[in-house]
Nanobody, 122 residues
């Protein structure tokens, strides 16, 4: 079973930056896509809309982002360390959420981490 651990969340002022890390025990790590989702406050009980896909990076290193974070968030892979980084800059209050990482097997099966809280507030 793939284990996924996120880290790097915290409290930051608007306009600030954070870097989230996702470490997965997937083998081989290079064959897995990695996606970051977020769950904003108050949306935990909305069926089918609990988590928003924020960004993903394929096994080939191709990245994709939702429009609201393009130009502010950047994904990168460190395959040697089984790690994917989500660099978040110019953070806004609406980015406040629990951020979850998913390691995605080529079959489509997701392995989830426990999440890391990001709070953007002055």
């Amino acid at each position: 079973q793939v284990q996924v651990v996120e880290s790097g969340g915290g409290l930051v002022q608007p306009g600030g930056s954070l870097r989230l890390s996702c470490v997965a025990s997937a083998v081989p790590f290079s064959s897995y896509a990695i996606a970051w989702y977020r769950q904003a406050p108050g949306k935990q009980r909305a069926p089918g809309k609990q988590r928003e896909l924020v960004a993903d990076i394929s096994s080939d290193g191709i990245t994709d982002y939702i429009d609201s974070v393009k130009g502010r968030f950047t994904l990168s892979r460190g395959n040697a360390k089984n790690t994917v980084y989500l660099q978040m800059s110019n953070l806004k209050p609406e980015d406040t959420a629990v951020y979850y990482c998913a390691a995605i097997h080529p079959s489509g099966q997701h392995a989830w981490g426990q999440g890391t809280q990001v709070t953007v507030s002055s």
